[in-house]
């Protein structure tokens, strides 16, 4: 059975360079939103173009939009 600290950390949408990535999906970086990349659960997130950034889950609705 998974612990409740797992399953908050998967729900979270906000992560940091640097991060491991809480669940797979589509990320992309505050500083660039149009910006998307997919990364799978465990994944430590990168920087983006080279500076450390905030990186943001997001649903295939808001970037087909």
């Not at 059975?1 to 399953?7: E, G, H, P, V």
């Not at 906000?14 to 939103?33: F, K």
Request: glycine letters at 6%; proline letters at 9%; one cysteine or more.
């Amino acid at each position: 059975m998974k612990s409740i600290a797992l399953l908050r950390e998967r729900a979270t949408r906000v992560m940091p360079t640097g991060s491991h990535c809480p669940a797979s999906g589509l990320w992309s970086p505050d500083s660039e939103p149009e910006a998307v990349q997919v990364f799978a659960e465990g994944h430590v997130l990168p920087a983006h173009q080279g500076v450390p950034t905030v990186w943001r889950r997001r649903t295939a609705a808001e970037v087909s939009a």
